[in-house]
């Protein structure tokens, strides 16, 4: 049985997404911008996708185009589904860029 993922603090809070540089996020390809997005958008399971519709972990990916399909609730999303960047066209390397010098409160550091 998929275990489900807990919600915790939001991901561009975290170390990680806090710790990028705007000059290694600038230097990414999109493929490692995406790597790393994900990473951080689903770092309580090291990457691995989490149905944000049911919270399951049983996904996978479309060989064809950028998105997921969850095993539990047979939905389609993609890595900002559940966001503040879902239904946004932006390349994510845009989204971590923008991250980048942010604190907690949302103030320009």
Not at 51 to 63: E, L, N, Q, S, T
Request: charged share 25%; glycine share 8%; aromatic share 10%.
């Amino acid at each position: 049985m998929p275990r489900k993922n807990s919600p915790g603090q939001h991901f561009l809070l975290s170390a990680k997404a806090r710790s990028l540089s705007l000059l290694e996020v600038s230097r990414m390809t999109d493929d490692e911008a995406m790597e790393v997005f994900r990473k951080v958008r689903w770092a309580s399971t090291n990457g691995e996708p989490v149905c944000p519709h049911c919270g399951c972990v049983a996904c996978y990916r479309y060989a064809s185009r950028p998105i997921f399909k969850c095993k539990g609730c047979d939905k389609q999303f993609s890595m900002t589904s559940g966001t503040v960047f879902a239904d946004r066209k932006r390349p994510i390397r845009d989204y971590l860029a923008g991250n980048w010098g942010k604190t907690p409160g949302g103030q320009r550091a």
